[in-house]
């Protein structure tokens, strides 16, 4: 069984920098979203390649700013800047080539300790989180109810990362480490369903770590259940799948 290490003892040691922005669809307002998030407890300026701290770029090509893993989850849910930057550009999907996201120091959340305490017991120094959707909401039905509508909207696919359009970018953030892994915690709501097909279909090929529930093969077990022995459960069955 993993030691599971308490949310005090974690800040003390790991830092989260997002890249936030407003995504613009036509026919839709525009939709507060969050496209990365680094979780590191290295030095804020080895976190990407810019060259200040507003101006920190997470595809850095150097082997030693590559994520120890790449996490995909379902959306950013609350999550939210803590200090000031460029947290609100209205962005048209796909991004420019040469587009550098500022990140912005982040507040964490108890899915994003589960993933420190992965990194506490594999000796990880920096993952990158990324997301099925880019759509921050905290509320589930509400989520799943805007990825439905924007679905129906022309440029509406791109709220996510693994859509045709945004090749480039994801390429980019899927670089990581040599046999790096993915480690999935989407969830099992039926909804994510397509969401998630197309996420496993642009990183096949890639160790993938999960833990499986649901009705149908694509959905998984979530990282931070409400109880803590389900939390507990969940990290043990992560950490023994490596």
């Keep these: 069984m993993s030691t599971f290490t308490y949310a005090a003892e974690l800040k003390k040691t790991f ?22 998030l680094e979780i590191t407890s290295l030095p804020r300026e080895a ?14 090509g150097a082997t030693g700013n590559l994520p120890d893993a790449v996490v995909i989850m379902m959306n950013p849910g609350s999550s939210r800047p803590i200090e000031d930057g ?35 017991s594999k000796h990880w120094k920096h993952i990158r989180v990324l997301n099925i959707s880019d759509l921050r909401d905290p509320k589930s039905p509400s989520f799943i109810a ?8 022309s440029g509406g696919a791109t709220h996510s990362l693994f859509c045709e359009a945004r ?6 953030m899927l670089h990581r480490k040599t046999g790096a892994p ?30 499986p529930a649901g009705n149908d093969p694509v959905l998984t077990a979530h990282p931070s259940p409400m109880l803590q022995s389900k939390k507990e459960e969940w990290l043990d069955a992560i950490l023994t799948s490596f």
């Design 15 to 36: 830092r989260c920098y997002g890249h936030f922005y407003r995504l613009h669809v036509k026919g839709i307002e525009p939709q507060l979203c969050r496209s990365v």
């Design 47 to 60: 976190v990407g390649a810019g060259t200040g701290p507003n101006d920190l770029f997470s595809n850095s």
């Design 86 to 120: 460029d947290t609100d550009s209205l962005l048209t999907m796909p991004l420019p080539a040469g587009f550098k996201k500022p990140l912005v120091l982040t507040q964490p959340d108890n899915t994003q300790y589960q993933i420190m305490r992965i990194m506490v």
């Design 146 to 153: 805007r990825t439905q509508k924007l679905a129906a909207l």
């Design 167 to 172: 090749t480039a970018e994801r390429e980019t």
């Design 182 to 211: 993915f480690i999935i915690g989407w969830g099992q709501d039926a909804g994510l369903i397509p969401l998630a097909k197309q996420c496993l279909s642009r990183i096949a090929g890639g160790k993938i770590i999960t833990v």
